[in-house]
């Protein structure tokens, strides 16, 4: 267990919807990332929060939007679900956010979209 | 090309023999490099991580480096049946960004 909570588990959505997950980091870590995985592929970054800031962006449109809150917990927002958005979502915590930080992940939120 | 590469597999090998998995990554400022474990269904979980040119070891595990080549490689000894999982090759590139292989399913038969 690496102490990264996610909430909910599995969800599913119609398309045009929009959905928010929800991330809790490891005690003492100030950084959220989330990533996107899709069947088969490996987990696809999508961005970076540090001390509540946007801290890094993977190429994903700007219906991917979050938060980070000042317990370092964080939200992923989708809107306008497409059904490609079909995915594991996973965040990641780690200390610090610079390049050699080590993340940790949580167990993943299941998207469905139909 | 990928900027993460890694054989899709999957890699067959006995139970107790030695598994080998390679990794190549595209970007020479890259910083640190991690081997992740992934079971079906579940999320990425750290094995090992590797920032200096050369070998690493823990336990069963040695990760290994080499920046001139941009190759990376995680060995597993004495592998078991329960180390049947798809193992992921991540490479930190600085700029917060973390960019993830399509990782490698190994299979350990008994």
């Known amino acids: 267990e690496t102490g990264v909570t996610q909430s909910p588990t599995h969800l599913i959505k119609t398309r045009g919807q929009q959905v928010t997950l929800r991330c809790s980091s490891q005690?003492?870590?100030?950084?959220v990332s989330w990533y996107q995985q899709a069947l088969g592929q490996g987990p696809q970054f999508i961005f970076q929060?540090?001390?509540?800031?946007?801290?890094g962006r993977g190429n994903f449109p700007p219906r991917f939007s979050g938060l980070q809150f000042p317990n370092y917990s964080s939200e992923l927002n989708v809107n306008a679900l497409e059904l490609d958005d079909s995915a594991l979502y996973l965040c990641a915590s780690s200390l610090a956010g610079g390049a050699t930080d080590t993340q940790y992940f949580g167990p993943g939120t299941r998207l469905t979209v139909l | 090309q990928k900027e993460v590469e890694q054989n899709s597999g999957p890699l067959s090998v006995p139970e107790g023999a030695i598994a080998s998995l390679n990794c190549t990554y595209s970007d020479r400022g890259s910083q640190s490099f991690f081997w992740y474990r992934q079971y079906s269904g579940k999320s990425p979980e750290l094995i090992m991580s590797?920032?200096?040119?050369g070998d690493k070891e823990d336990g069963r595990f040695t990760a290994q480096l080499n920046k001139a080549s941009q190759y990376v490689s995680l060995l597993i000894r004495d592998s078991q049946p329960s180390d049947s999982a798809t193992y992921l090759c991540a490479v930190n590139q600085g700029y917060q960004k973390v960019t993830f292989g399509t990782g490698t399913k190994l299979q350990v038969i008994p």
């Open positions: 005690s003492g870590h100030n950084t």
């Open positions: 590797i920032y200096s040119n």
């Open positions: 929060y540090y001390r509540e800031e946007e801290n």
